[in-house]
């Protein structure tokens, strides 16, 4: 097991080329000019280290994605060369900012328009969870109602530095997929429902199969928030 | 800045009113047109804000001598109203501001649009429609401009009620609640 | 974008079809959630409509169940380039409702974080204007350099890059770390050379000059009508800055210069901001060499509770005018909260604007008018 450092917990399997094949063989291989590895480690490898971005940001959370694609803090360091502005040639959503209730449907149908594979970064408080406005009548509490979420960034806005770390963890988080068992690649391309706007609010508040909310333990049902005097 | 004054302006209409505690002009009903047609002949060219301001029914207590010379503290209802206020500045002679104020009931709420006289007053008007429910007479394109066209309600009325979707979250229970209230632990 | 409507007209005995495409909410330009629905006649604008309201966030309800001080770090999500004169607006509106006294230190360091503030507005809009026209990137990380090593000054002294949160009601939150003072003049003696070598590569630039010259001109009297403000105001001619009308703070002690252009096509609404830069480059020597010692905070009271009174305070942001109008009743809390966004009434001739040009004028006339819809929607 190769262990980075405990505050970080990143740690990465074993999937070292030539797992299978002892040391020697492996090594006469190698001088021969072969490299011999699993189909798995190669397609992680390649996807994690070209994950493309879609230019996706939608407010304050956005500016700190930009700069973390400049020149001082440089996202295509990491294999993020390109930002496509077109859903349908990128990999990774970086919603950064609040998802009003009116910019959802949009934001699901774009998700719907990707191709797999895909995944989502919900950068910032207010995509993770509503944020400070929560107490909104036209803020969705969180993307995570109506799509997947991958890997959760949160701060107000988070730094730049938070914006690549994240990226490291996604990254981590694709080399350990398996092709033969993850959903996103055998059941093809995953579409969700666009929700719909009424009179009052979007039908339906969220999608029951990719969130539900978590049980409240106490006996009492959960109450609005009160209004604070702070 | 040097100020803007009201006299000329309540001079000219007499049927205005001057509220001292708002520093603001009361426009009667209908006249808000004209009055702001004359404005921008003496130079106010520049209308800086446009909002709508809510009030709730409500219960005023006040102070007044009665017959027999006493002082005694009547309550009267206060009916509910919705007031658009202007804040008008003239670029000009670089004085200001001015401020209007048109009334009108909580119920069939309805104004005069001020957009043919000061542009600046388009979008402005048409959020105050949006989220207060003001129609105003005269508007070239009222919709709605913030919130999404099916939507039916008007969200920033004082007896709005917003759509309960908030979820449990977690907070301070049990054992870590006691300890918080001893102030040993910080949440 | 939706599938695009047809609808046939007879033109010259031909029967053609106009076009309607929706640019936006999501587009590769930077501005933010904003749709445009634009009606083409081959690649003419014949209609526009704005459609905003995509990042709502309903600022204005959620300051009436907050206090007054508890509304402040919202001020700086409103318009998420300029926190520092967000802040600045409304501590101005809010002090007008009870009298404090704002010390001289605080005052000369308000005038500093609001000129760096203007300087890191205008040097971000110029990298996403030339963005817009096509040089994708290379010039946006230019200005984004620039932008870092004034970021690098506002987390020093507040704590955070962007959303800073330093005004208080009566002077500022705390004082300058030691050495900051050297540091800011340090940048602020960088920045001419970086202007010098914006202006060489862009303003003489034939490509620049030809899709920016008479490309959406806007006439004097249509802006001072529509209640532009801003720079996009000084362009079309009219020289009225709120920091020599209102000279609210000291500004009145500064000796700076207001550019205004002539024709108001986004070629002067680029060249006003970039002239804009070297001016707040003179304030801020200025304010840097005079700035006193002493106290950063001036008396205020323990709870802020104004007594029933109303006020609009306004100050001239990057962006335009940005007012703050406050209703006190007495309570801890605001009863009606008001922000007046100048990027929202800066759309106003969105349309006035664009129609006749082509398509592709649209989106440099968007980017010359400078919005940012934290501000639009609120």
Redesign the interface.
Same mark, same amino acid.
């Given at each position: 097991m190769v262990e980075r450092s405990a505050e970080l917990e990143m740690t990465v399997q074993n999937t070292s080329p030539g797992m299978d094949l002892d040391d020697m063989s492996s090594a006469e291989l190698e001088r021969a000019g072969v490299i011999v590895t699993r189909a798995d480690f190669l397609y992680n490898w390649a996807r994690g280290n070209s994950v493309w971005p879609l230019t996706f940001g939608l407010a304050c959370c956005a500016i700190e994605m930009i700069a973390a694609a400049t020149s001082r803090f440089d996202m295509s360091r990491f294999g993020s060369e390109v930002f496509r502005p077109t859903p349908r040639q990128a990999d990774l959503m970086i919603v950064s900012g609040t998802v009003t209730k009116k910019m959802a449907p949009q934001v699901v149908r774009i998700y719907n328009q990707m191709p797999e594979p895909k995944w989502i970064i919900a950068m910032g408080a207010c995509a993770i969870s509503g944020g400070p406005f929560k107490h909104g009548y036209n803020v969705l509490k969180g993307i995570d109602r109506y799509l997947p979420v991958d890997v959760y960034l949160p701060g107000c806005p988070p730094r730049p530095e938070a914006v690549l770390q994240s990226l490291n963890y996604l990254q981590e988080k694709i080399k350990k997929q398996d092709i033969k068992t993850d959903p996103a690649f055998t059941k093809g391309r995953r579409q969700y429902p666009v929700p719909e706007f009424t009179g009052k609010d979007l039908e339906p508040p969220y999608n029951p199969e990719v969130w539900s909310p978590p049980e409240n333990p106490n006996s009492e049902p959960v109450q609005p928030p009160k209004k604070t005097t702070a | 800045?040097s100020e803007l004054s009201h006299e000329p302006l309540l001079k000219e209409f007499p049927d205005a009113c001057w509220d001292e505690?708002?520093?603001?002009v009361i426009v009667p009903e209908g006249r808000a047109r004209v009055m702001a047609e004359w404005l921008l002949m003496q130079g106010v060219? *520049? #209308?800086?804000?446009v909002?709508g301001?809510d009030y709730l029914e409500a219960e005023v207590k006040e102070k007044i001598t009665n017959d027999a010379g006493e002082e005694e503290t009547v309550t009267r209802t206060e009916p509910g109203r919705i007031d658009v206020?202007y804040?008008l500045y003239s670029?000009r002679d +670089?004085t200001g @501001?001015l401020?209007l104020k048109q009334r009108t009931g909580r119920e069939n709420a309805q104004a005069e649009s001020l957009t043919p006289v &000061? /542009?600046? #007053? %388009?979008? +402005?008007e048409r959020e105050v429609f949006d989220l207060f429910g003001v129609d105003f007479k005269g508007h070239p394109d009222q919709r /709605?401009?913030?919130? &999404?066209? %099916?939507?039916? %309600?008007h @969200?920033?009325r004082k007896d *709005?009620t $917003? @759509?309960?979707?908030? $979820? &449990? %979250? @977690?907070t301070p229970?049990d054992e870590i609640l006691e300890k918080h209230k001893k102030g040993k632990v910080i949440v | 974008m939706v599938a695009p409507n047809y609808e046939l007209i007879a033109q010259d005995g031909l029967e053609t079809s106009l076009l309607e495409v929706s640019m936006g909410p999501h587009h590769p330009s930077t501005h933010g959630v904003f749709r445009m629905d634009v009606k083409l006649d081959g690649e003419t604008v014949v209609d526009l409509k704005p459609v905003f309201g995509y990042l709502h966030r309903n600022h204005e309800k959620l300051a009436e169940n907050m206090s007054y001080l508890a509304n402040m770090p919202f001020t700086d999500r409103l318009d998420y380039f300029n926190s520092m004169t967000n802040n600045w607006a409304y501590a101005l509106a809010a002090e007008g409702l009870v009298e404090i006294e704002v010390p001289e230190r605080a005052e000369y360091l308000r005038v500093i974080m609001a000129e760096l503030t203007r300087l890191v507005n205008h040097v971000s809009l110029v990298g996403f204007f030339v963005n817009d026209l096509g040089a994708l990137g290379t010039p946006l990380m230019y200005a984004f350099r620039e932008r870092e090593k004034i970021l690098d000054l506002f987390e020093e002294a507040s704590g955070a890059r962007m959303m800073c949160n330093y005004f208080r009601f009566g002077g500022l939150r705390c004082d300058v770390p030691a050495g900051w003072l050297d540091r800011a003049r340090e940048v602020v003696d960088q920045f001419p050379e970086f202007l010098d070598e914006y202006e060489k590569l862009l303003c003489e630039n034939e490509i620049i000059l030809s899709r920016t010259q008479g490309i959406g001109t806007l006439s004097r009297e249509l802006a001072i009508n529509a209640g532009i403000t801003g720079p996009m105001l000084r362009a079309s001619g009219v020289a009225y800055d709120l920091r020599k009308v209102d000279a609210y703070g000291i500004y009145d002690r500064f000796q700076f210069r207001v550019p205004y252009g002539e024709v108001g096509d986004c070629y002067d609404r680029f060249m006003v901001r970039m002239l804009e830069m070297r001016e707040s480059v003179q304030i801020l020597r200025q304010a840097l060499d005079g700035i006193p010692e002493g106290e950063i905070m001036g008396k205020a009271p323990r709870v802020f509770k104004p007594k029933p009174a109303e006020v609009y305070g306004r100050v001239e942001g990057p962006k335009g005018e940005l007012g703050f109008y406050l209703i006190a009743d007495g309570t801890p809390k605001p009863y009606r909260y008001r922000v007046r966004p100048p990027s929202l009434i800066n759309l106003t001739v969105l349309r006035d604007m664009c129609l006749g040009q082509k398509i592709a004028d649209a989106v440099v006339i968007l980017g010359s008018i400078d919005i940012v819809l934290g501000e639009v929607d609120r």
């Open positions: - | 800045m505690a708002a520093g603001a060219d *520049y #209308c800086s804000n909002t301001v206020v804040h670029m +670089q @501001p401020v &000061w /542009r600046s #007053c %388009e979008l +402005q /709605r401009i913030l919130m &999404w066209d %099916e939507y039916e %309600e @969200p920033m *709005y $917003e @759509p309960f979707d908030y $979820e &449990w %979250e @977690p229970h | -």
